[in-house]
């Protein structure tokens, strides 16, 4: 049994060029990239997928968190403002995964439509654990048969899909299961019409009802919280990992 979480941090070029809240709420990125690097801190998920992450909350993260394992991918995209207003001194943008324990890189890409979407697959202890980020309009079919390649056959794949369930499933295709919501639950992306796009997907492991955390206005999106068991191992004592065939070349790993 593991314990899991994703958060869309929402990198602030992305906030500034759309007006978000965020930007008027925390004027200063230095501070808020502080308080995120502290919440993060605070949890207690033994594996955490994060989105938009820039490069100085990347740093930030580094520093506060050595006890943890960072893994993390960096987009070909650097996101751009159009605003005139830069507040990063690194404005790289990272897909990232922090574990309580080392894991094995398998492979990290953008996907071909979408230099500023991709995957992060890392094996842990033989389970597969991908964090992604998917596009949000019809490019999200490729996205999500490409995520099904690179599972393994116990997966736990953890992410923004700004897409709700039942999409995902039908994108992935059999075999894998996204973790419902109470019907009380916070949205994962509030104000967005959408309600709950950020999802715990698993295949050859089992999760129960997905709990979202207030965010607290540090990000446009909530942090959502999964329990997850995972299938019996097999012969060789470990549940099935990602294939090196699941590679596509031009990944990192």
Do not use: C
């Amino acid at each position: 049994m593991i314990t899991v979480a994703t958060w869309n941090l929402l990198h602030r070029v992305h906030a500034e060029n759309w007006d978000e809240p965020v930007t008027r709420r925390w004027p200063n990125e230095a501070e808020r990239i502080t308080a995120v690097t502290a919440r993060l801190t605070a949890l207690s998920a033994q594996v955490i997928a994060l989105q938009e992450v820039s490069g100085d909350q990347l740093a930030s993260l580094r520093a506060a968190l050595p006890g943890r394992t960072i893994h993390s991918f960096r987009y070909p995209r650097v996101p751009n403002p159009r605003k005139g207003r830069d507040l990063l001194h690194d404005r790289t943008e990272h897909l990232v995964l922090l574990t309580d324990t080392p894991g094995t890189l398998v492979t990290a890409e953008s996907f071909l439509d979408d230099r500023g979407k991709g995957a992060l697959v890392v094996d842990l202890a033989g389970t597969t654990v991908i964090a992604t980020h998917v596009s949000g309009d019809l490019r999200r079919a490729g996205q999500l048969t490409r995520l099904a390649e690179l599972a393994g056959r116990t997966t736990v794949l953890l992410g923004d899909f700004n897409s709700v369930g039942g999409t995902i499933r039908n994108g992935l295709g059999p075999g894998f299961a996204v973790a419902g919501f109470q019907a009380d639950s916070l949205p994962t992306r509030p104000g967005s019409g959408r309600g709950f796009i950020d999802h715990v997907v698993t295949r050859g492991a089992t999760t129960g009802v997905a709990r979202v955390e207030d965010s607290d206005g540090l990000s446009d999106h909530n942090i959502v919280h999964a329990t997850v068991t995972l299938a019996p191992r097999d012969e060789t004592g470990r549940p099935g990992a990602a294939t090196p065939a699941a590679r596509r070349p031009g990944g990192t790993g």
